[in-house]
């Protein structure tokens, strides 16, 4: 089966930068969509970023011109490049992968973020 797993996460301060990696299994990365999401405490999982298997991108409007994602094919792995972190963007963060063809995903066990004040 797909397997994700993330890395990048850590503490760090407001205002500071962090570059998520999600490393995936397998061979269907490069057709697959991917995904950023997070879940803070007591909070609801959202969705961060998208971005296609063509490399179109999208975010959640309170991360916009903060966060990149991008992917490389070759490494099978995306990023999220996180600049000019709040304390409100701590969170859990988990990648998704979007295997359409057979309509499934599949998640990766997450990696901490914490933004202190």
């Known amino acids: 089966q797909v397997q994700l797993v993330e890395s990048g996460g850590g503490l760090v301060q407001a205002g500071g930068s962090l570059r998520l990696s999600c490393a995936a299994s397998g061979t269907i990365f490069s057709i697959s969509a991917m995904g950023w999401y997070r879940q803070a405490p007591e909070k609801q999982r959202e969705l961060v970023a998208h971005i296609t298997s063509g490399g179109s991108t999208n975010y959640t409007d309170s991360v916009k011109g903060r966060f990149t994602i991008s992917r490389d094919n070759a490494k099978s792995t995306v990023y999220l490049q996180m600049n000019s972190l709040k304390p409100e963007d701590t969170a859990v963060y988990y990648c998704?992968?979007?295997?359409?063809?057979?309509?499934?995903?599949?998640w990766g066990q997450g990696t901490q973020v914490t933004v202190s004040s």
């Open positions: 998704c992968l979007f295997f359409t063809l057979f309509r499934k995903s599949y």
